[in-house]
């Protein structure tokens, strides 16, 4: 059984910081695996963040570009969101997603349909 376990989240300041941690069990990455990071803010959809395949391409949504930076070891396990220059519009849950088929990441963010599992999510209020 797949368990994706989100951390990291909390209170930050307009311009801070926040490291975000998603550690995998039961999960395998296999040569076509691909996880990724969703947000949802209060009365919006869940949208994708940023995603990471098995050969380390990246996509990231364009609102983050340049700010956020997705990211695993040679381990693969945690996954890790970087996320830099924080902005009141970043306040979201943030959920970690991952899936066991091939995924082809495109420009703009990963897809929420091609995702199969998902954490419990981590809050990130950021204050002006």
């Known amino acids: 059984q797949v368990q994706l376990v989100e951390s990291g989240g909390g209170s930050v300041q307009a311009g801070g910081s926040l490291r975000l941690s998603c550690v995998a069990s039961g999960y395998t990455w296999h040569s076509d695996f691909c996880m990724g990071w969703f947000r949802q803010a209060p009365g919006k959809e869940r949208e994708g963040v940023a995603g990471?395949?098995?050969?380390?391409?990246?996509t990231y949504a364009d609102s983050v570009k340049g700010r956020f930076t997705i990211s695993q070891d040679s381990t693969k396990n945690p996954l890790i969101l970087q996320m830099n220059s924080l902005d009141p519009e970043d306040t979201a849950m943030y959920y970690c997603?991952?899936?066991?088929?091939?995924?082809?990441?495109?420009?703009?963010?990963?897809?929420?349909?091609?995702?199969?599992?998902w954490g419990q999510g981590t809050q990130v209020p950021v204050s002006p």
């Open positions: 997603a991952a899936t066991r088929d091939y995924v082809y990441l495109v420009p703009g963010g990963p897809k929420r349909h091609e995702f199969t599992y």
């Open positions: 990471i395949d098995a050969n380390g391409r990246t």
